[in-house]
């Protein structure tokens, strides 16, 4: 019996890393088509924001599953509770994917991100893109040498973000509210995928040392 | 021991109603700080924000000992698997209006909303509390009916939200660049709230008819 309950945890964590795979390769696409305009690709990141809350829901009910007829308690329940929080961060990395494909396909032909911010943008979302590749490692391996790394990878955006507003608010801007509106939002979507990353490696480094990591 | 059990529920229950009456309070006076660049009253809500974190990991911490102790299925694990869920909404209500009482004190001693801006605001933050109010009784009372008022009561919150980036995009806009990142990212803050809200409300009305809510 505890094997079953083994490989169904298991189970549950290689979930985890796929839907990981899943909103980082989201996140790719979507500053793709943000930066070049590529309708085509908007649309698949938008259709696939479906597919990975299917993903997410079918998780879940099995996880409440697993609650249900193992009756699992101390460290193996509370793993179990932390992969229903780690879903629903996973799920809302996904929403913020879309949510940037949304403004690449309001604007289409037009590219939504003036050129003058394209280095800063194409930084975040490679930067935003690494950090959910890396938390797909993180749940797989349970390294918390690399759950720390993420808390420094999160700087980065934090700083590429604060850059962002600068250009924004410096008094050079000349590219209309339209456009800093759109930057205002953009910025923000990256900035929260990244903080929901480091919400879930922070879950698997208490899950791994019982404490809570250091920033 | 099954009266034991469901008086445990209905302190969940209890401390969720709780939960929503401190995170309406502390919209009310995020706004009321936005408006009159209320310094005191920013800073009451951002030291608020920590009270309804703690207040939310014990009631976290209570339900999955709950769990573990008393290994409900069905309905009551269900029922406590939704009230986590719902204690998550609402201490991210809680974290929009910190954010709000922040924008208040950064701008201060000036006040952040331009002056023709500030009907459409307390339009929002009226309209968010009341939503924030509201779902503590539908939380309290299992009113499906309320549940349901509160996805059309969300809809005037969205057409407000419109109406605000309507206003900074229409071309007619003179208050600079740094103020539009302001309005762009409250009206961002009370939309989330909105959406949190309704979240919590659709988890009740599920919970009791064992169907989604349509909108």
Known sequence: MRSVFQDELD????????????????????????????????EEVISTDEKIDDFQHEL????????????????DLRALITALRMSADLERMGDLSHHIAKIARLRHPEVAVPQDLHDIVRHMGDATTKIAEKVGTVIETRNTNMALELEQDDDVIDTLHRELIGKLTSGSWD?????????TLLGRYYERFADHAVSVSRRVYFLVTGEFAKH
Chains 1, 2 share one sequence.
């Open 175 to 183: 590219k209309g509210v339209a456009a800093a509106v759109d930057m």
């Open 60 to 75: 879940d009910s099995r996880i409440i599953d697993i609650i249900a007829r193992q009756q699992p308690v101390a460290s």
């Open 11 to 42: 189970g549950v964590s290689q979930s985890l890393v796929d839907l990981s795979k899943m909103v980082a390769e989201s996140m790719k696409k979507a500053t793709e088509a943000l930066l070049g305009a590529e309708l085509r690709v908007a």
